[in-house]
């Protein structure tokens, strides 16, 4: 589930996240799709918590779209869910910020993937975060 960011999708919409292009990731919802370039991301983090480190990138950016500061504020209450936050640089060079909400079952799967895929190590918010992954 796409639980917000600085993209142009509803926050709470939820998609498939299709790791299994080589230079691309492919995060489809109904009424369309994102295509993530892996060399665009910057910032990989996981934890029970949507990433507080993304966060507050995208609270030092000089524009925030509908999501705004409110919408960062109710993402840091949630508990026991599994985010993955990433950071980006877009096409036009703009700092971007995406926050997944996780299955359970496909955590590890998918940090691993982002990882190989995007050359960036994954920074966890917690020891107890890590230790749930089984780093």
């Known amino acids: 589930m796409y639980v917000g960011g600085t993209l142009d999708i509803p926050q709470k919409t939820e998609g498939i996240l299709n790791l299994e292009g080589e230079k691309i990731a492919v995060f489809t919802y109904k009424g369309g799709k994102y295509e993530l ?46 985010f993955l936050s990433i950071a980006l640089t877009d096409a036009e060079g703009k700092n971007q910020a995406i926050v ?11 940090l691993r993937t982002m990882e190989a895929r995007t050359g960036k190590r994954v920074e966890y918010e917690s020891e107890e975060a890590k230790k749930n992954v089984g780093q």
């Open 37 to 82: 370039p892996y060399e665009q991301v910057t910032i990989l983090e996981y934890g029970q918590k949507a990433g507080r480190r993304v966060g507050a990138a995208v609270a030092g950016f000089a524009t925030l779209p509908a999501f705004g500061i409110p919408g960062l504020i109710a993402l840091f209450s949630r508990k026991r869910k599994h």
């Open 100 to 110: 997944l909400e996780l299955s359970k079952g496909n955590v590890r799967t998918i």
